[in-house]
């Protein structure tokens, strides 16, 4: 990585930490405490179920709300405060802006992630007493709700790069709700004929597949993943984000500052 | 040697509900500014000369003409790591100190640690922040951002200072401090452009200006060359606190005293103004001529501009 991208990275990290985005830590610390003490109380024998159906929905929702509330102000808050002026007036090439944002942000969820997990799997010791082999397939569902992450910091940055910070939250959450469900999409596009079922596969085809990503119940239930699965949703995640950040590029490229 | 050379540049909006009408926010522009000089970009408030400086920072898209810096185009990257800038009512990351802003803006523009840790710190000196180095900018006043604003244009040791309105915000003894550290930087060598409103610091500092009105520059100059031709004014005192109606009839504002009275007037009318006084057995204490000022000359500019204006509307 170039030292400006890595640079502007480091500051956009900097910048969530001083603003106490880490703070949201210590309401999940305390979800899991109170969930932990709760389960083992009120379950018998589906404990690992529930923590774990709570805490990695807990992750993925925490995570999701900081990366559209971080990146829908990343480009368009910089251009209202004008902070951009002075960046831009460096040997700094606007993609490497964009791009040195979203590695930022991307640092920033991934650290939040990382700790939360610590969590979860705090919380899933203290009610089962074990760490069991099955256990590490929690990883795996903490590793695609990362590629979420990846996906949705990339659509938040694109609307950030010609929109106001109001109307890309909109987006945004629309995104991560209609992604949600985007196998039910691919379904019902293949049941409808005609053009509106040409347009549905299109649009299942285009919005991002937050449903694929999403393996909680299954490892919740002591399932395995794939190791197929994983490697295609890691390339689906790498390239949808990549174009997305394309995208953001071209348009950022061509905006004059106000 | 030419270091600022622009030529043809203009910015154009479209307004107007189906945004065909275009409206001139810079008409084409040429102007050329010398290695060395300090350079100032005169006009009112929306005359257009922060969209002249954004486009040359490549923040605005120019709607046609060029300009290059230091022999290359603007859209070069490259040199943006030999020129310095601060934007009019600078902000910054308020959640960093004054010295992390600093070393943050080092990086970008790719000064190397060690150097980069010293340069902080000299600019921090030079503009009086080293106390004040380790705050958060968000505790700043307005006259410390615009302290920490013109450090970090200097940062990198930038060859040509790009300075838009750099009095606006600080205290007298802050202008005088500003005043001084453009001339310092003209002393070093370095080119240094600035915008402002404020006259009496483009007078006291600049080695040529231009006037800019309405997008549209109406002359370029040294202050001296485009003072010479402004109509003289003299100014006239006599002692006692009367006004001989001869002299009201000279359509003159008359400042009066306790004990003395003044007017300032055109220098066709001295003679007049000296038979009245005559004729009313008023003492004449003195009769001094007024040099013409920058703003004079800029205020008869703009007059003579709107004039036009009005006529071809």
Redo the contacts between chains.
């Keep these: 990585m170039n ?2 991208i890595l ?2 990275a480091s ?1 956009t990290f ?2 969530a930490v ?2 106490r985005v880490l703070y949201n830590l210590i309401a999940f610390a305390l979800l899991m405490v109170g969930a932990a003490i709760l389960v083992g109380q009120i379950s018998i024998g589906i404990e690992r179920l529930v923590v774990l159906n709570l805490g990695l929905t807990a992750v993925s929702v925490f995570g999701m709300l900081i990366a559209i509330f971080i990146g829908i102000g990343l480009v368009s808050k910089e251009i209202e ?13 606007r993609w490497e802006f964009i791009v040195g944002k979203y590695f930022g942000l991307a640092g920033t969820l991934v650290v939040n992630t990382f700790l939360m997990t610590v969590g979860v799997l705090g919380a899933l010791f203290y009610v089962s007493h074990k760490i069991e082999r099955l256990d590490a397939w929690v990883l795996v569902a903490v590793y695609f709700i990362v590629l979420q992450f990846l996906i949705i910091t990339a659509l938040t940055l694109l609307f950030s790069s010609f929109s106001s910070t109001i109307m890309s939250a909109v987006f945004a959450f629309a995104l991560f709700v209609i992604g949600s469900f985007a196998e039910d999409l691919r379904g019902f596009a293949e049941i409808t004929p005609g053009i509106a079922g040409m347009l549905a596969k299109g649009a299942a085809y285009v919005v991002p597949n937050f449903s694929a990503l999403n393996v909680i119940t299954s490892v919740a239930h002591g399932e395995t993943v794939a190791g197929k699965l994983i490697f295609f949703n890691t390339a689906y995640a790498i390239f949808y984000s990549a174009a997305v950040l394309a995208g953001a590029v071209l348009i950022f490229d ?1 905006r ?2 106000k | 040697m030419s270091v600022i050379e622009i030529a043809g540049l203009e910015k154009t909006y479209s307004t107007g509900f189906f945004r065909k009408t275009k409206k001139f926010a810079l008409r084409p522009l040429e102007l050329r500014v010398e290695q060395g000089e300090i350079f100032g970009y005169l006009g009112p408030n929306g005359a257009g000369k922060t969209t002249t400086l ?1 486009m040359l ?5 120019p709607s046609g003409g060029s300009a290059r810096i230091l022999g290359m185009d603007i859209n070069d ?2 040199v ?2 030999r ?1 310095g ?1 601060l ?1 009019e ?5 308020d ?2 100190t004054g010295r992390e802003l600093l070393d ?2 080092g ?4 000064v190397p640690s060690k150097q980069r840790r010293e340069r902080v710190e000299s600019l921090l000196h030079r503009v009086g922040l080293s106390d004040s180095a380790g705050t958060q900018l968000r505790k700043y006043s307005k006259g410390m951002l615009q302290r920490v ?1 013109i450090a ?1 244009a200097l940062l ?1 040791d930038p060859e040509v200072v790009f300075l838009d309105e750099p009095m606006s915000g600080l205290d007298p003894i802050g202008r005088r401090e500003v005043r001084d550290l453009m001339e310092q930087l003209k002393k070093e060598g370095k080119t240094v452009f600035f915008s402002t409103h404020i006259l009496s610091d483009a007078e006291a500092l600049c080695d040529r200006v231009a006037i800019l009105f309405q997008g549209e520059l109406l002359r370029v100059g040294a202050v001296a060359d485009l003072t010479a031709n402004v109509q003289g004014k003299v100014e006239v005192t006599w002692s006692g606190a009367t006004v001989p109606p001869s002299i009201r009839a000279l359509g003159v504002e008359c400042h009066i005293t306790s004990d003395t009275a003044r007017i300032v007037i055109d220098e066709q009318k001295q003679d007049a103004a000296v038979d009245a006084l005559r004729a009313a057995n008023l003492r004449m204490i003195s009769l001094v001529p007024v040099r013409a000022t920058l703003e004079d000359y800029f205020v008869q500019q703009l007059k003579t501009s709107r004039k036009a204006m009005a006529v071809s509307a």
């Design positions: 030292s400006r640079t502007i500051n900097r910048e001083r603003d405060k004008r902070t951009l002026y002075t960046v831009l007036s460096r040997p700094v090439r061509r004059s500052m | 954004k920072m490549g923040l605005v898209f990257s490259k943006k790591s020129i800038f934007p009512h600078p902000y910054f990351y959640y960093l943050y803006y990086q970008l523009s790719g604003g970090q990198h």
